[in-house]
Nanobody
Framework: QVQLMESGGGLVQPGGSLRLSCAAS????????MGWYRQAPGKQRELVAT???????IYADSVKGRFAISRDNAKNMVTLQMNSLKPDDTAVYYC???????????????WGQGTQVTVSS
């Protein structure tokens, strides 16, 4: 079983910054990728950013140039630095991790419990 522990989030004014962190723990062989999704009220969950163990990064178009994702492979941790936040960024942000629990095994996806980000004046 893999656990994802999220931290960060909160209330910030438009134009402000927040930092989200997520650490993976438990029994697994390799951490293929980690990242963040978000879900606003009445909307579907959407990808924000993801990063592979080799450093490959994908950003949603809506956050390019404002958000930066990074990871520490030794700590199985991923961080999302969010700058120039807008009210449209308001959502619950969920950490996710794709891992293999044994060599050559299938990739399994795990989710954190979510952390609220509210951008409002």
């Amino acid at each position: 079983q893999v656990q994802l522990m999220e931290s960060g989030g909160g209330l910030v004014q438009p134009g402000g910054s927040l930092r989200l962190s997520c650490a993976a723990s438990g029994r697994f062989f390799s951490n293929v990728s980690m990242g963040w999704y978000r879900q606003a009220p009445g909307k579907q969950r959407e990808l924000v950013a993801t990063i592979t163990s080799s450093g490959g990064i994908i950003y949603a178009d809506s956050v390019k140039g404002r958000f930066a994702i990074s990871r520490d492979n030794a700590k199985n941790m991923v961080t999302l630095q969010m700058n120039s936040l807008k009210p449209d960024d308001t959502a619950v942000y969920y950490c996710h991790a794709n891992v293999r629990t044994y060599p050559g095994g299938p990739i399994s996806t795990y989710w954190g419990q979510g952390t609220q980000v509210t951008v409002s004046s």
